[in-house]
């Protein structure tokens, strides 16, 4: 597209082209026609210098020298505006980094945060050092709106040929973190250094207290922080493991203050909640089970029962109480999160209502949650709604972990609950290993259609679902079948002199399937352009799959514009040799790549191990047939290639009578010696034939008989020969 708009604002929603500025363009693209989220990867920053000005990227920051348009940036900065800072060398530190650190908490097993009160420039300032074993890059952020990603001030240190960068990131959500001076008015406000060493990344840094830009928070002196932490095995900033993050409340300050101020739900003392018996967590916020603090055993007596994932034993049971209310019990077998959603309005997660259980201090604990989108769902308190879950039984016992737990049909929250009647229910489901919530796999959920009163269930396929169920039926009858069939048909039948139409047949057959198979990847490849969504995002499958496609598609495009074959008995033109080689290993090329491109299909579809283990039977059947075809062809060219094995040409003999003329009738006298060598050879045969008409008088010369009665070349000791003589006749 192209557009045409002024230079000069003319209301607050739009921004002026400075002429004498270097513009800074951000651009973005996505593979839906409505405006959809992007992906990490498509997404960018360039600085174009529209009105040729000669000028640098935003001055170069100050921190450099613009020399013909490029900024020269000073040693200690780095980037096309001079904007990021490169860590301080060890033997230039400055004084602002503290010898020691007087307060260190671990957050996690592998995770150690140190901090100590300091100034910058003359501005109260904290430092901090993050230490973490076993991985490269890391990252920290400061008050985040939940307890994730979502508006954090981020300090993230990354690894670029051996050395830590270190800088000030901000973060909108579960997107990819960005730097700050990749916003309007956004900058770095650090300095820090960082390092590797064999145990793993460390780096400190010190910030201002207070914060500079709308990118920075600031730290409150009387206030506990939430802290955020992740780390991740790759030296460049990459998405990490579920489990490689966390949060705590950290007391920067030494405030004595305790989290949430215990949520009125406990006593603090000196910044530890000491919760009240029927609730647990750092700031007292959570309910614990029931079956904790009363001698009563979970229900077990329930009216219907549905078994919705076998292979963890993911059990719903329910029964109706008092025509108001509904008694569930959710069990699997092993430790892990589970979750049920009620009545998205996409069969998945949109605008799903949630009781979600996780795993806190060896307790299963289910709280109420609400899912907006595909990010990870937050609890109804944290968006200013209640937790409806009454009390509620648990148990971590005998490998299994059961929660009991009621909910009213009507629930108090009109915008985070959905009501739920003694009707068909929309129910999704979700679960995974691990004590909190993480992303699931695309196996690891579902959704049924439940009627609460009856006990029926339906399972619906979603629009989505049925199109990736088609699409990979379409692709593995084209890839999977006609297209690898023609290609072996074409190479092992094409000796055989059977036509079809005037047609050789091996060229007959191979054209139908190829084009065929072709067709059905075209209707393949356009059905899924259909099936993106939110959490479809292989872009492995989907960028070799296009190659795949593109490949395909050129074959048969020089197929149908080949040079024409030579006549018989004369060399083909370089133009025809040329297209044989390239048709011919561009189709092998192509039906290899087809195999990743398979499997990373069964990986987005969510595949058991049934379709893997029968792609990799069929994959060896057919390797074994190339094998066995491929040695039958071998020993054919061997045989042919051997001493005595001639193709005796045409003579005037056997030219064909003038029209009109009576039939002639031929003879074939075959005169064959069969050797049996001593052990250490193999049997031999060589065979001498002559055709002529049965008028002429001819017989085996003894010149032939002669030559026949040598020994075999090579052999060792008598041999013993039998010598046979055929005379066929047959009609022209």
């Keep these: ?118 100034t910058l420039a003359t501005a109260p300032a904290i430092a901090i050092r ?54 309007e008015g956004g900058s770095n406000n650090l300095i820090s250094r960082g390092g590797v060493t064999s145990t793993g990344t460390w780096f400190e840094f010190v910030r201002p ?96 029962t549905v078994v919705l994932d076998p292979s963890i034993s993911l059990t719903l049971s329910w029964s109706i109480i008092d025509n108001n209310a509904t008694l569930f019990r959710l069990s699997r077998t092993g430790r892990g999160w589970m979750a049920l959603g009620y009545e998205a309005s996409d069969n998945g997660m949109a605008n799903a209502d949630m009781d979600i259980i996780t795993i806190i201090s060896d307790i299963a604990i289910i709280r109420d949650y609400y899912s907006p989108n595909y990010s990870p769902p937050r609890p109804d308190v944290e968006l200013g709604g209640n937790n409806d879950i009454g009390p509620y039984y648990s148990s971590l016992e005998n490998s299994m972990t059961t929660v009991v737990w009621s909910r009213p049909f009507v629930r108090s929250d009109a ?88 047609v050789p047949i091996w060229f007959y057959v191979h054209r139908i399937s190829q084009y065929t198979g072709l067709v059905l990847a075209i209707i393949g490849f356009v059905i899924s352009f259909f099936m993106v969504k939110n959490h479809y995002s292989t872009l492995f499958h989907a960028q070799l799959g296009t190659v795949v496609m593109i490949l395909g598609i050129t074959q048969v495009i020089w197929a149908f514009f080949r040079p024409s074959p030579p006549p018989k008995g004369e060399e083909p033109s370089c133009a025809r040799k040329s297209f044989e080689y390239q048709h011919l290993w561009m189709g092998r090329i192509t039906l290899l790549l087809v195999i990743p491109v398979i499997f ?61 003329s009576p039939s002639r009738h031929y003879s074939v006298q075959i005169l064959s010696v069969n050797s049996t060598p001593p052990s250490s050879l193999t049997k031999r045969s060589q065979q001498v034939s002559r055709i002529l008409p049965m008028d002429t008088e001819s017989d085996t010369t003894e010149d032939e008989m002669a030559d026949l009665s040598n020994p075999i070349e090579g052999g060792k000791g008598d041999s013993k020969k039998s010598i046979t003589r055929q005379t066929l006749k047959f009609d022209e």
């Design 130 to 183: 993050y230490s973490i074993s076993g991985a490269e890059w890391a990252g920290i952020g400061f008050n985040p709106s939940d307890n994730g990603m979502t508006d954090a001030d981020m300090v993230i240190a990354t690894v670029t040929a051996g050395t830590v960068i270190v800088d000030d990131y901000w973060s909108t959500g579960n997107n990819k973190p960005r730097r700050d001076t990749s916003y």
């Design 209 to 304: 207290i207070e914060s500079k830009d709308e990118y920075d928070k600031s730290l409150v002196s009387n206030q506990l922080a939430k802290v955020v932490w992740a780390y991740g095995q790759i030296g460049d900033l990459s998405q990490h493991a579920p489990d490689a993050r966390g949060m705590k409340w950290v007391d920067f300050f030494n405030t004595g203050v305790c989290p949430q101020e215990c949520s009125g739900r406990g006593t603090c003392v000196s910044g530890v909640c000491h919760c009240n018996e029927k609730v647990t967590g750092d700031d007292c916020s959570i309910d614990i089970p029931y079956s904790l603090y009363a001698s009563s055993a979970l229900p077990s007596s329930f009216k219907y």
């Design 415 to 502: 915008s985070l609950d959905r009501s739920l009647y003694e009707g068909p229910v929309g129910l999704s489901w979700a679960w995974g290993d691990t004590d909190g919530l993480t992303q699931h796999t695309k196996t690891h959920r579902g959704f049924l259609m439940l009627n609460l009163k009856t006990g029926d269930t339906t399972e619906i396929w979603s629009v989505n679902s049925i199109l990736k169920c088609i699409h990979g039926l379409v692709m593995w009858l084209s890839w999977g079948m006609l297209l690898l069939l023609g290609m072996l048909w074409a190479r092992y039948m094409k000796p055989s002199e059977k036509k079809v139409n005037g």
């Design 600 to 660: 990373s299909g069964l990986a987005e579809f969510g595949a058991t191990k049934g379709y893997y283990l029968f792609y990799v039977f069929f994959l060896f059947a057919v390797i074994i047939c190339v094998v066995v075809m491929e040695i039958n062809n071998y020993r054919k060219k061997k045989r042919q290639n051997s001493p005595g094995f001639e193709k005796l040409p045409l003579t005037d003999a056997m030219a064909p009578p003038p029209q009109g």
């Design 1 to 118: 597209f192209e557009v045409m708009r002024p230079e000069v604002a003319t209301e607050p929603q739009d921004k002026t082209l400075e002429a004498d500025k270097v513009l800074k363009i951000v651009w973005a693209r996505g593979q839906t026609q409505e405006l959809s989220m992007h992906t990490p990867k498509d997404r960018g920053l360039v600085w174009l210098d529209i009105f040729e000005t000669g000028k640098c990227p935003n001055d170069c920051s100050g921190a450099g020298q613009c020399v013909k348009g490029l900024c020269s940036c000073a040693s200690s900065k780095f980037g096309e505006d001079c904007s990021n800072s490169l860590p301080v060398k060890l033997s230039n530190l400055p004084s602002n980094f503290p010898s020691s650190y007087s307060n260190s908490l671990i957050v996690a097993p592998d995770v150690t945060l140190q901090w100590q009160l300091t």
